[in-house]
T-cell receptor, first 117, second 112 residues
Framework: GAVVSQHPSWVICKSGTSVKIECRSL??????MFWYRQFPKQSLMLMAT?????????EQGVEKDKFLINHASLTLSTLTVTSAHPEDSSFYIC?????????????FGPGTRLTVL | GEDVEQSLFLSVREGDSSVINCTYT??????LYWYKQEPGAGLQLLTY?????DMKQDQRLTVLLNKKDKHLSLRIADTQTGDSAIYFC????????????FGPGTRLSVLP
């Protein structure tokens, strides 16, 4: 099946620094990738939809200047949390849709746990 | 807007059947999904059902859809300890599967 990886799997950073999270589709091409965040014991909330070669579409309430998304190729999307603060600590999960696969399925990465001190 | 609800916890004994329920509000939902999340991991698609179906069975999993009541259920037969996880119900409004709306997740605990 289609595999999506994320790197790093966990990261701890100081308040005020920026953190980049990578999402890669390993064995398929993904025109669209999605970024979610999940707070402890809560559901996933869609942050933004990332289309290869174009600007990401952010959900209401998500600051695009704080969460920078770049989808430079069909296999890679990055999420940069700029000037991170403790309230940004969360589990960030990406998903990708396969061009050649059935349209209704998204393949999820394993997630990145961000802790901001 | 769209809303998906689930009960938050379910405990069953090993070998029993588990039934996880979900309700949704948007009648135009095209696809409904069940995902499994194990501790510290991403989501794994378990099964899905199209809105024009009533039931789908896949080995130990049975999905029932009552479109009139906007109710979806997942039955796991012969529940095992390895089934302990959080189960998310999700709906997709778009025909092309974008913008999933997830429920809060049901934490299934399987007791020996």
């Amino acid at each position: 099946g289609a595999v999506v990886s994320q790197h790093p799997s966990w990261v701890i950073c100081k308040s005020g620094t920026s953190v980049k999270i990578e999402c890669r589709s390993l064995d398929f091409q993904a025109t669209t990738m999605f970024w979610y965040r999940q707070f402890p014991k809560q559901s996933l909330m869609l942050m933004a939809t990332s289309n290869e070669g174009s600007k990401a579409t952010y959900e209401q309430g998500v600051e695009k200047d704080k969460f920078l998304i770049n989808h430079a190729s069909l296999t890679l999307s990055t999420l940069t949390v700029t000037s991170a603060h403790p309230e940004d600590s969360s589990f960030y999960i990406c998903s990708a849709r396969d061009l050649a696969h059935t349209r209704y399925e998204q393949f999820f990465g394993p997630g990145t746990r961000l802790t901001v001190l | 807007g769209e809303d998906v609800e689930q009960s938050l916890f379910l405990s069953v004994r090993e070998g029993d059947s588990s039934v996880i329920n979900c309700t949704y509000t948007d009648s135009s939902s095209t696809y409904l999904y069940w995902y499994k999340q194990e501790p510290g991991a991403g989501l794994q698609l378990l099964t899905y059902i199209f809105s024009n179906m009533d039931m789908k069975q896949d080995q130990r999993l049975t999905v029932l859809l009552n479109k009139k009541d906007k109710h979806l259920s997942l039955r796991i037969a012969d529940t095992q300890t390895g089934d302990s996880a959080i189960y998310f119900c999700a709906e997709s409004i778009s025909l092309y599967g974008q913008n999933f709306v997830f429920g809060p997740g049901t934490r299934l605990s399987v007791l020996p």
